[in-house]
């Protein structure tokens, strides 16, 4: 059974060979399935819990 990873941002599993993965200098690996998250963590430092499309949402989201 091949390994499925789960996104650092959104939640979401996706199988290998797929998404990327992001290795920061302090050794914390971040695995992304879509550019979309990717971008939304790294470059616009956005919070997961806000957002309505992530399995991380809060209930208030505030």
């Known amino acids: 059974m091949p390994r499925t990873f789960k996104c650092s941002f959104c939640g979401r599993e996706y199988p290998p060979a797929t998404g990327v993965a992001h290795i920061k200098?302090?050794?914390?690996?971040?695995?992304?399935?879509?550019?979309k998250c990717r971008k939304s963590?790294?470059?616009?430092?956005?919070?997961?819990?806000?957002l309505k499309w992530t399995k991380h949402r809060t209930r208030q989201g505030r």
Do not use: A, K, M, Q
């Not at 200098?25 to 550019?35: A, K, P, Q, R």
């Not at 963590?41 to 806000?50: A, F, K, V």
């Open 41 to 50: 963590l790294l470059e616009l430092r956005r919070d997961p819990r806000r």
């Open 25 to 35: 200098n302090d050794g914390v690996i971040l695995y992304f399935c879509s550019t």
